[in-house]
């Protein structure tokens, strides 16, 4: 079946505004995560939903960052006044039985 | 506090020569180590994970507790081989998320 897909794939948008990148999560994985991989940084937790239990967002490195997940599938990270070091690719990932699947990633960029 | 640590950003090796990507973890209790990888231009996809003890694409990783480590070998590198390696750790905890190294790239020469 599909694996894990992202959207969009590429994104540029101007210091202070406000983006939502998209995950459309394996069918029938109950879990989902989202990253961070910035240069030289590695890949970065920001948020993980599992089932119908509170997320852990203890990731999420500032206010500005949201994320929800409607009906237990697709998932909307938010970042709201984006600023220049929010430029990065953002991974989505999910899984049933504990090995993640990851999504091919949005580039974000802030001018 | 996790913490994976991947002390090289790139290694280059020629093809037939053997590879050993280095991974060291800090963690109080019994975690779960993975190799993660990701090839030019597509997603990040699983390697191998060491409670499978499993040899995959020739590679293999052994967790040495003592030492904290979970090194990736493999004896005999291959070009298709040149990658992004990354090694995770999850906690031995009711959340899955994962803690990630920064990443070591490899390339084979040939």
């Known amino acids: 079946g599909a694996g894990v897909s992202q959207s969009p794939s590429n994104k540029v948008t101007e210091k202070g505004k406000d983006v939502e990148l998209r995950c459309d999560p394996i069918?029938?994985?109950?879990?989902l995560y989202w990253y961070r991989q910035s240069l030289g940084q590695g890949l970065e937790f920001l948020i993980y939903?599992?089932?119908?239990?509170?997320?852990?967002k203890s990731g999420l490195p500032s206010d500005r960052f949201s994320a929800e997940r409607t009906g237990g599938s697709v998932s909307t990270l938010t970042i709201q006044r984006t600023q220049q070091e929010d430029s990065a690719v953002y991974l989505c990932?999910?899984?049933?039985?504990?090995?993640?699947?990851f999504g091919p990633g949005t580039r974000l960029t802030v001018l | 506090a996790q913490r994976v640590t991947q002390p090289e950003k790139l290694l280059s090796v020629f093809k037939g020569a053997p590879v050993e990507l280095k991974c060291n973890y800090s963690?109080?209790?019994?975690?779960?180590l993975f190799w993660y990888v990701q090839y030019s231009r597509q997603r990040l996809q699983l390697l191998l994970r060491?409670?499978s003890r499993e040899s995959i694409k020739g590679f293999t990783a052994d967790l040495n507790k003592g030492e904290t480590s979970f090194h990736l070998k493999k004896p005999f590198a291959q070009e298709e081989d040149s990658a992004m390696y990354y090694c995770?750790?999850?906690?031995?905890?009711?959340?899955?998320?994962?803690?990630f190294g920064t990443g070591t790239r490899l390339l084979v020469s040939p």
């Open positions: 990932a999910s899984s049933r039985d504990g090995e993640q699947f």
């Open positions: 069918s029938g994985h109950t879990a």
């Open positions: 939903f599992q089932g119908n239990s509170a997320p852990d």
């Open positions: 963690y109080s209790g019994s975690p779960e």
């Open positions: 060491h409670i």
């Open positions: 995770a750790l999850r906690p031995n905890t009711g959340f899955q998320k994962l803690v």
